[in-house]
């Protein structure tokens, strides 16, 4: 069997780019290391998935359900519980090297989408200082251990970071019976959205602390207290500030790494900003054949769009592909990053999803696109800030483009 | 005058509310509108949970209020739900508990049982 498209990662990005191919008649294999499909949705039980694309507030279980009630009946062969270790070029296109219980397995396809998604940072990826005791979770294992496994990770809960994932297990937790006693915010604007922190920490009186962070674990088996300290504008902890928090839980929500160890070792170019690989318009790598879709390409906030980068990959999948003519799109530094990154122009150039961030917060900001010197495009936002990803659709077919125009992004400010 | 976050969608517009006519400034849409008034008079929250259930393949299931409940009854409900054990497999979208505590709104089921055994 040689597949049109072997889909690595069976949650909501895999999902969608599997029933995408597979509605457009390819022969498509989704490859899933857990027990069923859902990725993450899995355990976000709380709802507000599913505003943009169906108009609607689902659960995260609910939102995956949209996409794998149909999808065997369109055609996709779905194996769970299959770890894949490798990816290779071969003949004509892909080997894919993959385990499950019965043993080591080898797919062909011609194309590859991965799908892999994200891993959290743990306190080793933010340098947090003290014991190595138990009862220090990231906030998705503790999401897990309550939204799965019916299990309380702790009973008085420091929460470090403000992010979304944090922010939602503080109202979880609190719904469980839980005291959390704060979220802790190293910037001095929350990483979450506005919403969330409304209905997760307002809704139930949960303080926020911002330009506050943990500063040192106390504890020897369990962890017993968390030393905390305001922070200077750099980020570095002001000497007298700390206070000694007693807990017994504390909940990492420091913010996630798109997981791209097989993308990395098939040689794909990786956007340093991303951390994902670079992709061109239809979400193609820097390797013909092999895409980035969801959270493996991006962090993205709305899964609403992490569907949409998978089906805008999926209905790019062909069995041939022409010679890429590749056009790097410039950016200016006020941006964080761009996806994607480049064009190929020999592929389509009329309605192009873009997806953005800016590095800095800007009040009512101006965002330009020229070509080859001259604004062809831009629009008014009343703000532009990191923790929201900002989506605009561009058309470039008509501007005649070549390997040495030069097409330019910039953030405008003041007027 | 009162300030507040919408949370209808993820846009959280900022929002304020003035007077005894409640007049809603701040908001990009009319559902923001629609949810000013109702937060001011009588808040009310979509609640997403999880039951206990006899299935060994599956102990607990994700659940949510078919539609929103008074704000102030949420940890009531929660231990009205605590109290609760599922003993039969319901589909995705159907009902747990019917009139969860006389809210009106049901408790639905927001996902399908896992039928095989987890390694």
């Known amino acids: 069997m040689f597949y049109d498209a072997i889909i690595i990662g069976g949650g909501p990005a895999g999902l969608a780019a599997a029933l995408e191919a597979s509605k457009r008649g390819l022969a498509v294999l989704l490859l899933e290391r857990e027990d069923r499909t859902g990725g993450i949705l899995k355990q976000c039980i709380h709802d ?26 369109a055609g996709a062969e779905v194996r769970t519980f299959t770890f894949v270790s490798d990816i290779q070029e071969c003949d004509g296109g892909f080997l894919v090297t993959a385990s499950d219980a019965s043993g080591m397995h080898e797919f062909r396809g011609r194309n590859i989408v991965l799908a892999t998604g994200c891993r959290e940072r743990t306190r080793n990826q933010i340098l947090l200082p003290g014991t190595r005791p138990a009862g220090v979770y990231t906030a998705g294992t503790a999401q897990y251990l309550v939204n799965r496994l019916g299990l309380l990770p702790g009973k008085r809960v420091v929460i470090l970071g403000s992010g979304d994932i944090g922010l939602i297990m503080a109202r979880r937790l609190t719904l469980e019976g839980a005291e959390v006693i704060g979220v802790y915010e190293i910037k001095n604007t929350p990483s979450g959205l506005p919403r969330n922190i409304a209905q997760c920490l307002l809704d139930f009186n949960i303080p926020l602390h911002l330009c506050s962070t943990v500063t040192e674990i106390h504890g020897k088996k369990r962890i017993e207290a968390v030393t905390v300290s305001k922070v200077d504008a750099a980020g570095r902890k002001i000497p007298g500030t ?157 501007f005649g483009l070549n390997e040495n125009s030069k097409i330019s992004f910039r953030i405008e400010v003041g007027s | 005058m009162t300030e507040l976050i919408c949370i209808i969608c993820p846009n959280g517009c900022r929002l304020t509310v003035k007077g005894n006519g409640l007049k809603v400034e701040g908001a990009k849409c009319a559902r923001g509108k629609e949810f000013a008034r109702i937060e001011i008079e009588d808040p009310r929250r979509v609640l997403c949970t999880t039951v206990k259930t006899v299935f060994s393949t599956h102990p607990y299931l994700s659940v949510r209020t078919s539609k929103e409940i008074p704000k102030d009854k949420l940890m009531q409900v929660m231990k009205e739900i605590k109290n609760f054990r599922l003993e039969r497999k319901v589909g995705i979208g159907e009902a747990v508990i019917e009139n969860l505590l006389g809210t009106g709104a049901d408790l639905i089921a927001t996902e399908e049982f896992i039928e095989k055994e987890v390694l």
């Not at chain 1, 979400?283 to 769009?305: E, Q, R, T």
């Not at chain 1, 990803?389 to 008509?398: H, Q, T, V």
């Open chain 1, 48 to 73: 507000g998935f599913g505003i943009v694309r169906f108009r609607e507030k689902l659960s995260g279980p609910e939102y995956a359900h949209r996409f794998s009630a149909g999808l065997e009946a």
């Open chain 1, 242 to 398: 700390e206070e000694r928090i007693p807990c017994d839980a504390l909940i990492l929500a420091v913010g996630l790494i798109p997981e791209n160890e097989l993308g990395e070792k098939l040689g794909l170019r990786i956007d340093p900003k991303t951390k994902g690989p670079e992709v061109d318009q239809r979400m193609m790598a820097s390797i013909p054949g092999v895409f980035a879709v969801g959270n493996s390409l991006h962090v993205n906030d709305l899964v609403d769009y992490v569907s949409e980068s998978a089906e805008i990959a999926a209905r790019a999948l062909s069995r041939e592909y022409s010679e890429r003519k590749i056009l790097k799109i410039d950016l200016d530094p006020k941006f964080m990053y761009v996806v994607p990154q480049m064009l190929d122009l020999n592929a389509g150039l009329d309605e192009l999803i873009f997806y953005f961030r800016s590095n800095a917060i800007y009040e009512n900001p101006r965002l330009v696109v020229s070509v080859d010197g001259v604004d062809v495009w831009s629009r008014k936002y009343m703000i532009l800030q990191p923790p929201l990803m900002e989506r605009i659709k561009l058309s470039f077919g008509k």
